[in-house]
């Protein structure tokens, strides 16, 4: 505290009626300005007055002290520094102004023998420090204490150690709030505990500290201000606690030390550039109380991976600018908003006005991308992203935009969830990495040239071929791939797709798949599917074909040309596949009129058991080769042409029943041609066929 002995205070006062009495004696009438003055105590506005040339003392009555205080004197400012001289402050009037003065107040009895180490300004029932005392310049070590006067201390008021040579501050707990720059720029100070009783941490409260290694933030304070800890370049890591709720901006800007950050679980809002330029904070995790980033929030970080949690619904430009080394990122929406508004590129958080620059601005390092929530992957979302290799998306999602993945050279992973109904226009155009690709059952609409310059997909799984569910617009299989029908199938569809996997009951039209020349395995596991004339008309490469039970409509000259097909997997059971091939009569509609070897549910035909009560058998084993024995049941009574023919290991049919019921079954021509040494047991002896 200030003191002033009464012989001061006297010369104060005879110095104010000497400049009293000179400055009306100079005073020019011809230019005439007044001085209001607003007498301040204990934190309220005591008088006001204005004077001018003609006015008399302008000093009001002495403002009423406290018990145990004296009133000092007026002073110009808070820190009680510089003594309010109303003579040379009027004298020295070129224009009306208006000034405040401070009333100073101490202990009765002046001064004690109790170094005056820091400066105090009663603020009501409570003093906030306000700096150094007369006798504190150059300490290095302060201690704010909990009361003075017997009353408590609350606050450290602004700028009260900026610029000092402090090395360790003590707070104590009675303390609530950091003025704005109370320490900024203390160059020496290496470690600072801020006591839960602080709610806000001063704007700028510990900028430029840069020695500052240790900060320790107990729980109680509610909020970090801006720039509150900007360029602390030794701070090496950091623990917020759950009860802070903002963190403003720039409050951490440039800590470039700054390698690990806990933030914690109550926080909701990060302000712009608030981690801007910790070019050391390699991970951060992110609380799910969170639910907005600003601008340059983590720009130029060494962030290597980021979760970006469900709660945020709104992020700010450029948050991850120039974050040269980041690979993996979890975000809950692709843009700036949740609900869609705003920028929706992926690019956007790395300053992409548009999805044109979406290449340039995504760091290289980059390449695995999960998003969590949304219903949209909108138009050219990720339109050029080039060097990302994989990426997520979650349930829920019911639309791809037009162009959404379009460019994506290095894409080799895309999981597209069951939830998906459309497909837009060039949505994975030039994605060249891509080596399979699912579209789920759910869809009912693919855009044109959807998967056009996709020259590595090698797999392929589709609900339908074509652009719809409902079997308008085009049917082939190249429209995926700009054919504008199936006759330029073969100019469109790359060569590196060899199997391909119908889940959707929609029917398979006339020459889908016509001369797909490479095509090396083809499955239609959806029951009830038609199969249309010359569907797969010169798919020369086919060897295997599998097709679900239910499906007995197949047009003809479906499988002509298939020169290579071996394998047909049936999915159903023996009975259905009887029931199949006497219903498929076409010119090559039966795929076994090439293939030679036939599985029931994915095992390989060698025995056949007939179930009881068939009656007739029409192509049903025609072309088998690998089958060995047959079991006919009592009850057939006809054999068409050519059901055993080509089963060159058939040796043996087992007959339930005599041999003179053998001898009333009717067998067309040709029925058991190409086989060799056969012979019919019935239940009573041998025949030789």
């Known amino acids: 505290m200030r003191t002033f002995s009464r012989t001061a205070v006297a010369m104060f006062s005879i110095l104010l009626i000497t400049a009293f009495i000179f400055c009306f004696a100079a005073c020019d009438s011809e230019e005439t300005y007044t001085l209001t003055i607003n007498y301040i105590a204990d934190g309220a506005t005591y008088a006001t007055k204005t004077i001018s040339s003609d006015s008399e003392d302008p000093t009001p009555e002495q403002p009423a002290a406290a018990d145990g205080m004296t009133f000092v004197g007026w002073f110009e400012d808070q820190a009680f520094t510089v003594p309010f001289d109303y003579a040379a402050r009027f004298s020295s009037l070129t224009q009306n102004e208006t000034v405040d003065v401070y009333a100073l107040f101490e202990p009765s009895g002046g001064t004690t023998d109790e170094p005056a180490l820091l400066s105090f300004s009663l603020q009501g029932e409570s003093y906030a420090v306000t700096g150094f005392g007369a006798d504190g310049v150059g300490t290095t070590d302060v201690v704010i204490p909990a009361t003075y006067n017997d009353l408590p201390v609350t606050a450290i008021a602004d700028g009260a150690f900026s610029f000092s040579d402090i090395e360790s501050v003590t707070i104590a707990s009675s303390v609530t709030s950091i003025g704005t720059r109370a320490f900024g720029n203390c160059a020496s100070l290496t470690s600072i505990a801020i006591p839960g009783s602080v709610a806000t941490v001063g704007d700028h409260a510990f900028i430029g500290c840069s020695s500052l290694s240790s900060v320790t933030i107990e729980s109680g304070v509610a909020s970090i201000g801006a720039n509150a800890f900007e360029n602390c370049t030794a701070l090496a890591s950091l623990t917020v606690p759950d009860s802070v709720t903002e963190i403003g901006a720039s409050a951490f800007l440039g800590c470039t030390s700054l390698a690990r950050a806990s933030l914690g679980s109550g926080l909701t809002s990060l302000g712009e550039s608030a981690f801007r330029n910790c070019t050391s904070l390699a991970s951060i995790d992110l609380p799910s109380s969170l639910t907005s980033l600003s601008d340059f929030t983590f720009a130029y970080c060494a962030l290597t991976s980021i979760e970006i949690p469900s709660s945020v619904t709104s992020i700010g430009s450029k948050v991850f600018s120039s974050c040269g080394a980041l690979r993996s990122i979890s975000i809950p929406f692709v843009g700036q908003a949740a609900d869609g ?92 990495a891509l080596t399979e690709f699912y579209v789920p059952v759910s869809v009912t609409d693919i855009g044109s040239y959807a998967l056009r310059g996709c020259t590595s997909v090698a797999s392929l799984t589709i609900p339908f071929v074509g652009s719809r569910a409902d079997g308008s617009g085009e049917t082939c299989i190249g429209y995926l791939f700009g054919a504008s029908d199936y006759f330029y199938n073969h100019n469109f569809v790359p060569a590196s797709l060899t199997d391909v996997t119908i889940v959707g009951s929609a029917a398979i039209d006339d020459f889908a798949f016509y001369n797909c020349a490479n095509m090396r395995s083809i499955s239609v596991t959806a029951a009830q599917t038609a199969i249309g004339e010359g569907a797969f008309y010169n798919c020369s490469g086919l060897v295997e074909f599998t097709l679900a039970a239910g499906i007995n409509e197949i047009g003809n000259e479906a499988f002509f040309g298939c020169t290579s097909l071996s394998d047909v997997n049936f999915l159903g059971e023996l009975a259905d596949w009887i029931d199949f091939a006497g219903a498929v009569t076409g010119s090559y509609s039966n795929p076994m009129t090439i293939a030679t070897r036939l599985s029931i549910g994915g095992s390989l035909l060698t025995e056949a058991v007939v179930p009881d009560g068939v009656t007739g058998l029409t192509g049903a084993f025609f072309n088998c080769a690998s089958l060995v024995s047959v079991t006919l049941p009592a009850s057939i009574e006809s054999i068409g042409s050519l059901v055993f023919s080509g089963c060159t290991s058939l040796t043996e049919i087992v007959y339930l029943g005599t041999m003179e019921q053998w001898q009333a079954v009717s067998l067309a021509s040709g029925w058991a041609s190409s086989t060799s040494g056969l012979v019919v047991t019935c239940t009573d002896g041998t025949i030789a066929v």
């Open 341 to 432: 508004s705003g920028a929706t590129c992926f690019g956007y958080l790395f300053g992409a006005d548009d999805a044109d620059d979406n290449s340039a601005l995504i760091p290289s390092s980059l390449q695995s991308v999960t998003v969590t929530g949304g219903s949209s992957v909108a138009d050219y979302a990720f339109f050029g992203c080039s060097r990302i290799t994989s990426i997520t998306l979650p349930d829920g999602v019911a639309s791809i935009g037009a162009h959404a993945f379009d460019g994506c050279s290095s894409l080799g992973s895309l999981s597209l969830p069951d939830t998906v109904l459309t497909i837009g226009d060039y949505a994975l155009s030039g994605c060249t």
